[in-house]
T-cell receptor
Framework: NAGVMQNPRHLVRRRGQEARLRCSPMKGHSHVYWYRQLPEEGLKFMVYLQKENIIDESGMPKERFSAEFPKEGPSILRIQQVVRGDSAAYFC???????????FGDGTRLSIL | AQKITQTQPGMFVQEKEAVTLDCTYD???????LFWYKQPSSGEMIFLIYQGSYDEQNATEGRYSLNFQKARKSANLVISASQLGDSAMYFCAMRDRGSTLGRLYFGRGTQLTVWP
């Protein structure tokens, strides 16, 4: 499967724990985007990264959330000290170029107990 | 202000009929891109079709076509010959210069149900 790979597909955490979501872009894609989808809503942009650089993090909460896209390995979205309101589907997308269509992974469904 | 507006929370269409899903957008940029994505009940997001603001022809991809009316700022998705497997949530999205490049703005979606 040459598509965008996200794991895990489902993640359950207790309040106060850390959640780590992984995204491997499509082959040849160096632009990665993270979006969050709350129930009954469209996707909301969180952060845009290129290899080793954060281009735009204006959609990401200032506290507890961070993202990285290292030179080697997948992009990681990290949520520290999770709260109930973090429960959502988190989607990663990638593109070859900024102006190309974004292709999405299957998402990670995060549930907070 | 909403960048993307999808006014139809739900639409119903009979199998083999055509259906139009509405999308209007708001931008002051001259250069922008419009996208449609499909989200089945299994949850993944599937890219369907893209229209650039400078494209003179309406985009088509198989049974999907985009009715692009620039002056009205609308980018409606037309699905011809609907199939049962078309039942899903459909999202319209836009990318413009805005405050940053790259991010997509999504509408709230339209739930399409195809009945036999």
């Amino acid at each position: 499967n040459a598509g965008v790979m996200q794991n895990p597909r489902h993640l359950v955490r207790r309040r106060g724990q850390e959640a780590r979501l992984r995204c491997s872009p499509m082959k040849g894609h160096s632009h990665v985007y993270w979006y969050r989808q709350l129930p009954e809503e469209g996707l909301k942009f969180m952060v845009y990264l290129q290899k080793e650089n954060i281009i735009d993090e204006s959609g990401m909460p200032k506290e507890r959330f961070s993202a990285e896209f290292p030179k080697e390995g997948p992009s990681i979205l990290r949520i520290q000290q999770v709260v109930r309101g973090d429960s959502a589907a988190y989607f990663c997308a990638s593109s070859r170029d900024r102006d190309e269509p974004q292709h999405f992974g299957d998402g990670t469904r995060l549930s907070i107990l | 202000a909403q960048k993307i507006t999808q006014t139809q929370p739900g639409m119903f269409v009979q199998e083999k009929e055509a259906v139009t899903l509405d999308c209007t957008y708001d931008t002051s940029d001259q250069s922008y891109g419009l996208f449609w994505y499909k989200q089945p009940s299994s949850g993944e997001m599937i890219f369907l079709i893209y229209q650039g603001s400078y494209d003179e022809q309406n985009a088509t991809e198989g049974r999907y076509s985009l009715n692009f009316q620039k002056a009205r700022k609308s980018a409606n998705l037309v699905i011809s010959a609907s199939q049962l497997g078309d039942s899903a949530m459909y999202f319209c999205a836009m990318r413009d210069r805005g405050s940053t490049l790259g991010r997509l703005y999504f509408g709230r979606g339209t739930q399409l149900t195809v009945w036999p």
